[in-house]
């Protein structure tokens, strides 16, 4: 194992650290949030647009406005989260929501990692690199690479088949 290896290992460890501490719920509960605030922001923003009249131009009136929403939604979403993570541990759940936290942290990790290495070995010339070939974990993850693109590529009308 080299020091790409550890990397890895640390990256995945950080993430289901977070994720222990934080506990399961939040964290689903933060991810939900993230996709509710882009959903929102990029749906309704032109409903905001209209009371932003004292911007001379639309795109700064538009990116405003998406900031607006998507600020606003976070903030909803982390008072909710908080207060459905204090009736989990409340509930007594705590110990259970840990233990899935570091299931949901772990795939996180795995992922984020799977993501870094595809933009390294796409955009870098880190590929080539000695460490990059003797490390151990990289192989790995060519798996969850290449399922996540035949993923897209077959649920996506805009990639040919």
Same mark, same amino acid.
């Given at each position: 194992?080299?020091?790409?290896?550890?990397?890895?290992?640390?990256?995945?460890?950080?993430?289901?650290?977070? &994720?222990?501490?934080?506990? /399961?719920?939040?964290?689903?509960?933060?991810? !939900? &949030?993230?996709?509710?605030?882009?959903? !929102?922001?990029?749906?309704? +923003?032109? +409903?905001? *647009?209209? +009371?932003? *009249? +004292?911007?001379? &131009?639309?795109?700064?009136?538009? #990116?405003?406005?998406?900031?607006?929403?998507?600020?606003?939604?976070?903030?909803?979403? #982390? !008072?909710? &989260?908080?207060?459905?993570?204090?009736?989990?541990?409340?509930?007594?759940?705590?110990? *259970?929501?840990?233990?899935?936290?570091?299931?949901?942290?772990? $795939?996180?990790?795995? $992922?984020?990692? #799977? #993501?870094?290495? /595809?933009?390294?070995?796409?955009? *870098?010339?880190?590929?080539?690199?000695?460490?990059?070939?003797?490390?151990?974990?990289?192989?790995?993850?060519? /798996?969850?690479?290449?399922?996540?693109?035949?993923?897209?590529?077959?649920?996506?009308?805009?990639?040919?088949?």
């Amino acid at each position: 194992m080299n020091w790409v290896d550890f990397t890895i290992i640390g990256v995945i460890a950080f993430s289901a650290l977070i &994720s222990i501490i934080r506990g /399961f719920v939040r964290e689903a509960l933060s991810l !939900i &949030s993230w996709i509710l605030a882009f959903f !929102i922001s990029s749906r309704f +923003y032109i +409903y905001i *647009t209209d +009371y932003l *009249t +004292y911007f001379d &131009s639309d795109v700064i009136r538009i #990116a405003v406005a998406i900031v607006i929403l998507f600020i606003a939604t976070l903030l909803v979403c #982390a !008072i909710v &989260s908080y207060i459905i993570g204090q009736l989990v541990q409340k509930t007594g759940l705590s110990g *259970t929501d840990r233990i899935l936290g570091i299931c949901f942290g772990v $795939l996180r990790g795995i $992922l984020v990692v #799977a #993501a870094v290495l /595809f933009l390294l070995d796409t955009f *870098t010339p880190l590929s080539q690199s000695l460490y990059w070939s003797q490390s151990q974990l990289i192989p790995h993850f060519h /798996f969850i690479i290449r399922w996540f693109f035949d993923f897209i590529q077959q649920s996506s009308s805009f990639l040919v088949q």
